[in-house]
C-alpha cells in the first residue's frame, strides 16, 4: 500500500514531492515542532524511493530552516525562535544597563473585518473576518512595543473565549498547543513612521514621535499564512545590528 498521502503530486520529481510530503506531514501536526522525523532509511522503505532522493529532500528543507540534523540524534522539525530573531532590533536592557526579558500582555481581543493590508497577507477572500489581538510588549521601566495582530477566525475558532489573563507570554508555542497552528516561517518588512495618538499612548511618547514598525506575516510549515502583524516600537529605542564576514 503507497504511503503517500492523498492529493500528492505524482507529476512532481520525486525528492520535490517528498519534500511537498514532509512538510504536509509537519504541518498537519503528524511530525511535530521540536521532534525527529523518520530516517533516511525508514523514509526510504516507507515511501520506495531512493536514499539519494530522500537525502536531497531533508537537504532542501534542512536549507530551508524546515528541518536540522543534530549529529547522533536525527533530524528534528525546527522551531524557529522568532523572538530572538525579533529583538535584535531593540534594546532589551532596563535602565540599569541589565538585560531583562520583555513580559507581554494582551490589551484585547475581538472579531473583525480585516484592514486591507492584513486581508492581502493573509490571503483571505472578501467576506472572511479575523480575530485581533492588541498586544503591549514592556520592560520593567517603560513599554517597548505596540503591536496589533491579527489571526483567520477559521482556523483559531475558540480564541475569543479565553480569559485575556490566561494568554501566553510567547504566542506561537500557544497557538501550537492550544489550535494545533504551528508557526515555520516569517517575513518581516522595516519601515519608519510617526506615532499616532493611541500608540504614543501606550509607548509613553509624544504623538508624531518617529516609530519603528515592523509587520511580519508568520506561515505555517505548508506556506500558509496564519498570522499577520504590526509592532511599533519607539526609535529611540532601535538598534540595528547584522553580522559580515
Not at 46 to 63: E, K, Q
Amino acid at each position: 500500500m503507497s504511503a503517500w498521502k492523498e492529493g500528492s503530486d505524482a507529476r512532481l520529481p520525486l525528492y520535490q514531492r517528498l519534500r511537498e510530503e514532509i512538510m504536509d506531514r509537519i504541518a498537519s501536526g503528524e511530525w511535530p515542532p521540536g521532534e525527529t522525523i523518520p530516517t533516511e532509511a525508514e523514509l526510504t522503505r516507507r515511501y520506495n524511493i531512493a536514499v539519494g532522493t530522500v537525502r536531497r529532500a531533508i537537504d532542501t528543507l534542512v536549507n530551508e530552516g524546515l528541518l536540522e540534523r543534530s549529529q547522533g540524534r536525527g533530524t528534528f522539525v525546527r522551531r524557529p525562535d522568532f523572538d530572538a530573531s525579533f529583538f535584535r532590533f531593540f534594546r532589551q536592557v532596563n535602565a540599569a544597563g541589565q538585560s531583562r526579558v520583555p513580559t507581554s500582555r494582551i490589551l484585547s481581543a475581538s472579531l473583525q473585518t480585516p484592514p486591507p493590508a492584513a486581508a492581502k497577507a493573509l490571503e483571505l477572500t472578501e467576506h472572511e473576518s479575523c480575530i485581533c489581538l492588541e498586544r503591549l510588549r514592556a520592560m520593567e521601566d517603560g513599554s517597548l512595543l505596540a503591536e496589533k495582530i491579527w489571526l483567520p477566525a477559521s482556523r483559531f475558532s475558540g480564541l475569543l473565549e479565553i480569559p485575556l489573563e490566561q494568554f501566553d507570554n510567547l504566542l506561537y508555542p500557544f497557538y501550537e498547543a492550544r489550535f494545533g497552528q504551528s508557526i515555520g516561517s516569517a517575513r518581516e518588512t522595516l519601515t519608519i513612521d510617526s506615532a499616532d495618538a493611541a500608540t504614543a499612548d501606550m509607548l509613553g511618547i509624544a504623538p508624531r514621535d518617529p516609530v519603528v514598525v515592523i509587520e511580519r506575516t508568520a506561515l505555517g510549515y505548508d506556506r500558509t499564512p496564519l498570522e499577520y502583524r504590526c509592532s511599533m516600537g519607539a526609535a529611540a529605542t532601535f538598534r540595528y545590528q547584522i553580522e559580515i564576514s
